[in-house]
Nanobody
Framework: QVQLVESGGGLVQPGGSLRLSCAAA????????MAWYRQAPGKQRELVAN???????NYADSVKGRFTISRDNAKNMVFLQMNSLKPEDTAIYYC??????WGQGTQVTVSS
């Protein structure tokens, strides 16, 4: 059974940067698509970015140009580099591995 463990969340000021990491243990995932989702208080979980097994990424309009998703198949890891963070980026960020594996989430808070 695959387990996903996120890290890298925290408190950052507006305009700052954070890098989230997700490590997959239990299986190689190089043929799976992976994604980052987020859920803010009182809101539905939403897709932030996904990356196909080919390495091609897709981004939500709200994060285009600010966030970058990447993966390291040799290390079974996926990353989310977040720059120019805004208060509205505050949420719990979840790693997702197709078809249906979720991490436990990591809190990102953007506040002055």
């Amino acid at each position: 059974q695959v387990q996903l463990v996120e890290s890298g969340g925290g408190l950052v000021q507006p305009g700052g940067s954070l890098r989230l990491s997700c490590a997959a243990a239990g299986s190689s995932f190089r043929f799976n698509n992976m994604a980052w989702y987020r859920q803010a208080p009182g809101k539905q979980r939403e897709l932030v970015a996904n990356i196909f097994s080919s390495g091609n990424p897709n981004y939500a309009d709200s994060v285009k140009g600010r966030f970058t998703i990447s993966r390291d198949n040799a290390k079974n890891m996926v990353f989310l580099q977040m720059n120019s963070l805004k208060p509205e980026d505050t949420a719990i960020y979840y790693c997702f591995l197709t078809p249906n594996c979720w991490g436990q989430g990591t809190q990102v808070t953007v506040s002055s």
